[in-house]
Nanobody
Framework: VQLQASGGGLVQAGGSLRLSCAAS????????MAWFRQAPGKKREFVAA????????YYADSVKGRFTISRDNAKNTVYLQMNSLKPEDTAVYYC???????????????WGQGTQVTVSS
């Protein structure tokens, strides 16, 4: 599966952005989907994940209550709605596809190219 992330940009603290990740192929609904992020000089970290049917979602503590992951299997797309953004949310955001919900990037087989999110104070 090929993944294409979009929707990043520059936003002021307290603002919102919605990221999208479009997948190619007809097996999108077979994958667990996740978002990770990597800030300058830091390791890539887990942000959120969603089960195949969207019945279960998982979040890092740092974004819980502010970010919402969702998916539309008919459109082969996963989303990340980000509200109440903080400067520490500044990072390149990556979408990923895998077979099971894990909080480590090694568990995901396919990755998008990343989209930059910058939050100004």
């Amino acid at each position: 599966v090929q993944l294409q992330a979009s929707g990043g940009g520059l936003v002021q603290a307290g603002g919102s952005l919605r990221l999208s990740c479009a997948a190619s192929g007809r097996t999108f609904s077979s994958y667990v989907m996740a978002w990770f992020r990597q800030a300058p000089g830091k390791k890539r970290e887990f942000v959120a994940a969603i089960s195949r049917s969207a019945s279960s979602t998982y979040y890092a503590d740092s974004v819980k209550g502010r970010f919402t992951i969702s998916r539309d299997n008919a459109k082969n797309t996963v989303y990340l709605q980000m509200n109440s953004l903080k400067p520490e949310d500044t990072a390149v955001y990556y979408c990923a596809a895998g077979w099971a919900v894990r909080y480590t990037q090694s568990a995901y087989d396919y990755w998008g190219q990343g989209t930059q999110v910058t939050v100004s104070s």
